[in-house]
């Protein structure tokens, strides 16, 4: 394969890609259920596997869940990271994201010193992102005390977002928190879109077509979905949800 981030931005230039989100505690999901996950979303038409969550990540769970959706669909892994003490050579690269509305500095540069130098030593791909939580935020938010942007606070979301440029990140994150009952709005999607010249990654609470394509129309470069993918079995609403986020 190419490199992880040739891969998605030679995607992107073509139009919005859908990314779907694994937890990769054990809890949640088991080896079997993320290799049937991973051949049903890859059906779906999902551009690649974002593996991550707020809680319960170690080394081990997600070396294993990053090996199985691999293994299952051929397409790349994607490391999510939220603790910095779980690293794995087993995904194809990770965000490299600093968390610019957190008030803890470990999700902002502290972790990241912590673990850089494995990450260098493993030699994993690192594409710079910036992921900025919008309300309700969810428990990443409770989790990285972020101060959360306000649903309807356009002009700082657009601050994040440019101030996120200007530090060279190559990707901006919008995150509205995993299982929130309303997704980051069209208008707020549509201004950072305006506002920045780098991708920008929609996700928190789409689960339906109508929202995805909402998302996808105001300017969504990607589309993360996570809760949809691990509740819905329904293999035909599983694919009209990305066919709307990719608008095909
Ligand atoms: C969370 O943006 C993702 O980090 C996905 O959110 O679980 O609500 O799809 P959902």
Do not use: W
Not at 144 to 152: E, L, N, Q, S, Y
Request: hydrophobic residues 45%; aromatic residues 6%; negative net charge.
């Amino acid at each position: 394969m190419t490199g992880l981030k040739e891969y998605l931005f030679e995607r992107m230039k073509k139009g919005t890609i859908h990314l779907t989100l694994l937890d990769p505690d054990p809890e949640k999901l088991s080896e079997e259920k993320a290799k049937e996950i991973a051949v049903k979303m890859k059906e779906a038409g999902s551009d690649a596997f974002m593996i991550g969550g707020s809680t319960g990540v170690t080394s081990e769970n997600l070396g294993a869940a990053a090996k199985a959706v691999r293994t299952a669909s051929g397409l790349p892994a994607i490391y999510f990271p939220s603790n910095p003490r779980a690293v794995t050579s087993e995904v194809d690269g990770m965000f490299f994201m600093s968390i610019l509305n957190s008030t803890d500095p470990l999700y902002i540069s502290h972790g990241h010193a912590m673990v850089a130098p494995y990450v260098a030593k493993l030699g994993i791909e690192t594409i710079p992102m910036a992921y900025i939580i919008i309300e309700p935020g969810m428990t990443v938010a409770r989790v990285t005390k972020a101060k959360c942007v306000g649903h309807d606070d356009i002009d700082t979301a657009v601050g994040y977002a440019l101030a996120a440029e200007m530090l060279g990140m190559q990707l901006v994150y919008l995150e509205a928190g995993s299982g929130a009952d309303r997704p980051v709005s069209p208008e707020m999607i549509s201004a950072v879109k305006k506002a920045i010249h780098v991708p920008l990654i929609i996700g928190g609470g789409i689960r339906t077509p109508e929202a995805a394509e909402r998302a996808r129309k105001a300017g969504a470069d990607a589309i993360v979905t996570g809760t949809f993918v691990e509740q819905c079995s329904d293999e035909n609403v599983l694919r009209s949800v990305v066919h709307a986020a990719k608008g095909i």
